[in-house]
């Protein structure tokens, strides 16, 4: 399986759910305790078990572009194309 | 014997597109333009046409998209889109043109502008975002508005006796002579994301291959004037949207369909 792992734009979350929703791996949740400088509560990336995959959907899903993804793929080899 | 171990390396499979500028947009949480936006962005980058694409910016919820892409922009009176588009088509030809407009816009005010743009086969795209409702001034009841859909100024749901029945604005497009790709998507989930993005995609190409005028419906959500969370809204795009509003190609011209199978 794959590796991965996503950054999330905290500052340009704005709380809406839909990752939490697309992640397959239910890696990301929202945040209960600290609001962003808007007023939302963001989404974050909680993968202490190392299941994320890279996979992207989250980053599909997501209105606000806030998503990064990156992949562990083998060295000399080209990145597979994006999801999309 | 030894076993070569893998080396892995991390490489970045999905980031922001480079034709989309790197500022928060204005759009409420779970509002679906945010994905349109991204996905039109996208296209240009994968066509390279982004340093000769125009955007023409409508008005309503989308009015300032020109702010958000990063191509050429310009602001067109409500429901005139269409109207700048063929103008600054037909005098810089060789640049990409394309409009981005509401339901409000395209399917209310600007209905005979898009509809004679269309008919002439003016060699632009349209993206068509439907979220059957005024978003912008606050949630009243739009032409694409649902049967007993409840809006501001339907609190009672709208009634067809008085108000009449949505307009399938894909479908009244497909009809006219000068449309060579006329399609509907959904944004609700990822699957229908990649789908609506394929579509996009075409539609660009039929512009550059010039073959005609060419126009992606997209359902989108607006969870603000629903009055629902953003995965409910998601959810009413599937229950109660495409039902109505069908999903597909309303409209393959003569030569689209080679550009259909290339993807």
Redesign the interface.
Known sequence: MA??RIEINE??C?????CT??CPQGVIVMATDHPSAKG?YPAMFVDPEGQCT?C??C???????C??????????TR??E??? | MMVAE???????????PAS?RDV??H?????????AH??VA?VLDELGIRERTIGVSPVGCAVFAYKYFNTDGCEAAHGRAPAMATGIKRVRPDMVVFTYQGDGDLAAIGTGEIIHAATRGELFTTIFINNAIYGMTGGQMAPTTLPGQYTSSSPAGRDVETAGFPIRMAEVIAGLPGAAYVARRSLH??KE??KA?KAIRTAFKVQLAGLGFSMVELLSAC?TNWSM???EA?RWIEEAMVPYYPLGDFKVAEGVEALLKER
């Open positions: 590796r991965g500052d340009n704005k709380g809406c759910t839909l929703i697309a939302y890279g992207a959907l980053a599909v899903a997501c209105p606000d572009v998503i990064t993804v990156y992949r562990q793929v083998p060295a000399k990145p597979q994006a999801a999309v | 893998t080396v892995l390396e991390e490489q970045v499979v999905y980031a922001r989309l928060p947009t759009y409420c949480p779970g509002c679906t333009h945010g994905v991204r996905l996208e989930n990822v994301i990649m993005k969870p969370s953003p995965p998601m």
